[in-house]
Nanobody, 126 residues
Framework: QVQLAEPGGGSPETGGSLRLSCAVS????????IAWSHQAPVTEREVLLG??????STYHNPSVAGRFIISEGGDIVYLQMNGLKPEDSEMYYC?????????????????????WGQGTQVTVSS
């Protein structure tokens, strides 16, 4: 069973930066799409960025393009958040799906991901 964990989180100030980590353990298949998503208390989960493990291709939701960056190092997938805003204060989750040709056109669909971390809280102060 693949496990994902998002230790950390934090409480940065508006305009600040924060780096989240997703530690992946267990059986890792070749051709995985690892994604970061967030969810506000009264909203549905939204997938923000993805990275394909074969070639490192990245995928970006326009809402965070230019501010958030996804990267990978070993068995850890990072979410670098810059220019943080109070509205970024949400739970952040990493997830994994099996794919053979990139993350796919449906990469932003939360239901397509097979494994999820427990999430970590980010609170951006005003």
């Amino acid at each position: 069973q693949v496990q994902l964990a998002e230790p950390g989180g934090g409480s940065p100030e508006t305009g600040g930066s924060l780096r989240l980590s997703c530690a992946v353990s267990g059986y890792i298949i070749r051709g995985a799409c690892i994604a970061w998503s967030h969810q506000a208390p009264v909203t549905e989960r939204e997938v923000l960025l993805g990275i394909y493990t074969i070639d490192g291709s990245t995928y970006h939701n326009p809402s965070v393009a230019g501010r958030f960056i996804i990267s990978e190092g070993g068995d850890i997938v990072y979410l670098q958040m810059n220019g943080l805003k109070p509205e970024d204060s949400e739970m952040y989750y990493c997830a994994r799906r099996w794919r053979w040709r990139g993350c796919g056109a449906d990469w932003q669909g939360p239901d397509g991901y097979e494994d999820w971390g427990q999430g970590t809280q980010v609170t951006v102060s005003s």
